[in-house]
């Protein structure tokens, strides 16, 4: 013990080879046996190794590795683990599907599962498939990956959208349904929506017809705040369109016949598709014939042929034919019909003035209303035909160069006038309706194309009438007495009131000058005072003749006697005289007056010579009407 405290530098080494001994015997394992004459780092320098050795290890239990080895160890954990800290999409291979889930291998520590629902789109996955998903739960409590492909296919959706909205490239999409103004297009599993205008060039009628295909589409807009995609098919072809346009607009000439496809239809043309450019063919230029609508001649999709008529500067506006394909009806019409034949045809239209007929398809013929009955009371062509009614006409006139036929159907009957004569001599009674007024009469239709005229002094003996319409009403039925027959000018003069005799004829006896008789002061008027003796006779009293015999006058109401002073059948007016009774001045007057009325009666009686003549004149007349 002495010695050893003796000599402490031996000690020292002892114990420091106790110590390297010690920890070299804990840093090798136990199942290592060096090689002979092998030295390790501790025996060849105790020192340096006791001074860099790690406790901290050995007391962790942590058995040391070369840096070399850890090296190589992180560099095989990076190129063969994924690290699942990361919200980072990664790919990962399908090693077993259950009934309800996908196992996924992503070079994990351990295995991911996925609910078979996330792969509905995909009914055909399989073992051994590479999908990409998101690590959604790091571990569960059994320390399983939970992973999402749902998420993650939403995830690289968006990133391929917006590259292919940034880049114009084409997407390939399916159209799930419809909805209102487009469709819903899935769109690497987005829901994007494409408008009904962006489907083709042309308008879609039919949008169901479009549902569960796959098409291909351009992005054209995106809403990265709402997450919504707007995508186009119109665009992919109008590109292609814009070059073709470009190459029909520069050949474009007049005449230039070119196939297209009816795009559009209007109540007045069509629309036709030339390849990219687009042309109106009115709803004149469709047929030859009318037509009220140009769906009559085309549908929409037909494709026809079509002429160009022409087109503005720029060649926007094309105007397209349809009927100039064919050659004009009036080319074709046959030569030898002409005026004064029969022909047949459908009345097309129907106006104030007449109606026209189609004889034959593009050929009209114009029945003017005039044209329709011998009637010279023209009505409406309404009143005759109707739009579609098959008629019978003559051919009046006809222009084959400016293509122009005038028709007639009153040519087909006999003119009634032929024997007016026979039918309706002078003096002759009939039944008419009365068709129209004037100020000076009334026209009365006897039978279809023969009217005549009742002056309307002829309406009634006795009554002053202002206007027809004081006497009668259109439609009404009225006797007539014929007065009058003028053949060549087709012109008939009728009577009303001859249909009995003149009531006047019996007053200028019974109210001749001198006569006397009672009545009453009607009404008192200027100058003088009425008195109606009937209904037909009433008197005028001057001022004068009111004066009664005691110097008073008569007033309103007062009956009394007077004796008629003036009588004058042709203007039916009479004057009459109270005072004249009893003053001898006033009877003077009276007897004056009926002297010179009986002398003038007696110079206009007829003689027998007279009467003769008259009745020779009346038939020489009546036989010159007659041829």
């Known amino acids: 013990m002495a010695e050893e405290n003796k000599n402490p530098e031996a000690q020292e080494a002892v114990e420091l080879k106790t110590n390297v001994a010690a920890a070299e015997e804990l840093a090798t394992p136990d199942a290592i046996e060096e090689p002979k004459g092998y030295e390790s780092a501790a025996q060849a320098n105790p020192e340096k190794f006791l001074k860099e050795f790690n406790w901290h290890n050995y007391e962790e239990g942590i058995d040391p590795i070369d840096d070399d080895k850890l090296d190589e160890f992180e560099k095989l954990v990076a190129e063969n683990f994924v690290d699942t800290l990361d919200d980072e999409v990664v790919e990962g291979t399908v090693i077993n599907i259950t009934d309800r889930d996908a196992i996924i291998d992503i070079n994990a520590k351990s295995e991911g599962v996925i609910s078979l629902n996330e792969f509905r789109y995909n009914p055909d996955l399989k073992v051994g498939d590479t999908v990409e998903v998101l690590i959604d739960v790091r571990e569960d409590a ?29 997407v390939t999409g399916f159209v799930k349904a419809r909805t209102k103004g487009g469709m819903i297009v899935d769109v690497f599993g987005i829901e994007a929506f494409l408008p009904g205008s962006q489907i083709d060039v042309k308008p879609i009628r039919d949008y169901d017809a479009y549902v569960n295909k796959t098409m291909e589409f351009k992005v054209v807009k995106i809403n990265q705040e709402f997450k919504n995609v707007v995508v186009s098919h119109k665009a992919l072809i109008e590109a292609d369109i814009e070059e073709q346009k470009k190459e029909i607009i520069g050949q474009l000439e007049k005449g230039q016949v070119l196939e297209g496809t009816v795009k559009n239809i209007t109540s007045y043309g069509v629309f036709v598709d030339l390849g990219g450019v687009d042309g109106l063919v009115h709803i004149t230029d469709l047929s030859w014939s009318r037509i009220n609508h140009p769906n009559e001649i085309v549908d929409l999709d037909q494709k026809l042929n079509v002429v160009i008529l022409d087109f503005d500067e720029d060649k926007t506006r094309i105007q397209l034919g349809l009927k100039q394909l064919k050659k004009h009806p009036w080319d074709a019409l046959s030569e030898t019909l002409s005026v004064g ?96 007024f004037t100020n000076f009469g009334v026209f009365v239709e006897l039978e279809e194309g023969i009217d005549g005229l009742i002056y309307i002094s002829d309406l009634s003996w006795t009554k002053k009438i202002k206007h027809p319409s004081e006497f009668t009403n259109i439609g009404d039925k009225l006797e007539v007495v014929v007065l009058e027959l003028d053949v060549e000018g087709r012109k008939l003069s009728l009577g009303h009131k001859q249909i009995e005799d003149n009531p006047w004829d019996k007053y200028e006896a019974e109210f001749a000058v001198g006569t006397k008789h009672t009545g009453t002061i009607g009404e008192i008027v200027d100058k003088g005072a009425t008195v109606e003796f009937n209904e037909d006779i009433v008197a005028f009293i001057p001022g004068r003749h009111l004066e009664k015999e005691d110097g008073s006058k008569l007033g309103k109401g007062d009956e009394a006697e007077f004796q008629i002073i003036e009588f ?15 003053k001898e001045e006033e009877a003077k007057i009276v007897k004056q007056a009926a002297k010179k009325a009986a002398d003038s009666a007696a110079a206009s009686a007829p003689t027998l010579g007279d009467a003769n003549d008259a009745l020779a004149a009346l038939k020489k007349k009546m036989e010159k009407g007659g041829n």
């Open 142 to 170: 059994t320390g399983q990956l939970i992973l999402s492909h749902r998420k993650a296919r939403v995830i690289k959706a968006w990133e391929r959208v917006n590259k292919a909205h940034e880049d114009g490239t084409i």
């Open 568 to 582: 004058n059948k042709d203007f039916k007016r009479v004057v009459a005289s109270h005072t004249a009774l009893f």
């Open 341 to 436: 034949d029969k022909v047949k045809g459908k009345v097309v239209v129907i106006a104030d003035y007449g109606a026209f007929v189609e004889v034959e398809e593009g050929v009209e013929g114009l029945i003017h209303v005039s044209e329709m009955s011998w009637s010279t009371h023209l009505r409406s062509a309404q009143d005759f035909v109707n739009v579609g009614d098959e008629v019978e006409a003559q051919i009046l006139t006809m222009d084959r160069e400016d293509r122009k036929m005038s028709l007639g159907i009153k040519q087909l009957s006999q003119d009634p006038w032929t024997d007016i004569t026979t039918k309706y001599p002078v003096g002759s009674r009939h039944t008419g309706i009365v068709r129209n």
